[in-house]
């Protein structure tokens, strides 16, 4: 089986620091792009960041860029979001997801984790 699962979600005041991860099993990351993507009550589920299957591309959503950080351990299966200078827009359950189309879209994705919850307060 193909399984990932996202860990570092919590609860943090507005300006602060939280540092996501998503373990992957059952395959190699090395073989796919992987993604972060948040969904808000109320609304659609959108792209966060994308990073390429080597690690050297990326590409942020506008409402992110300055402020997160979209990272990959290919050794040890492992991808990060470094997510700075929260805001409440922010609250959302955030999902990792991976897939062989490299665009920050749910088609592209092939694989999606649980998620995990962060929410930001004022």
């Known amino acids: 089986q193909v399984q990932l699962v996202e860990s570092g979600g919590g609860s943090v005041q507005a300006g602060g620091s939280l540092r996501l991860s998503c373990a992957a099993s059952?395959?190699?990351?090395?073989?796919?792009?992987m993604a972060w993507f948040r969904q808000a009550p109320g609304k659609e589920r959108e792209g966060v960041a994308i990073?390429?299957?080597?690690?050297?591309?990326?590409y942020y959503a506008d409402s992110v860029k300055g402020r997160f950080t979209i990272s990959r351990d290919n050794a040890n299966n492992i991808l990060y979001l470094q997510m700075n200078s929260l805001q409440p827009d922010d609250t959302a359950m955030y999902y990792c997801?991976?897939?062989?189309?490299?665009?920050?879209?749910?088609?592209?994705?092939?694989?999606w984790g649980k998620g995990t919850l962060v929410t930001i307060s004022s």
């Open positions: 059952g395959y190699s990351v090395s073989r796919y792009c």
């Open positions: 997801a991976a897939g062989a189309g490299c665009q920050l879209a749910r088609y592209g994705m092939d694989y």
């Open positions: 990073i390429s299957a080597g690690g050297v591309g990326t």
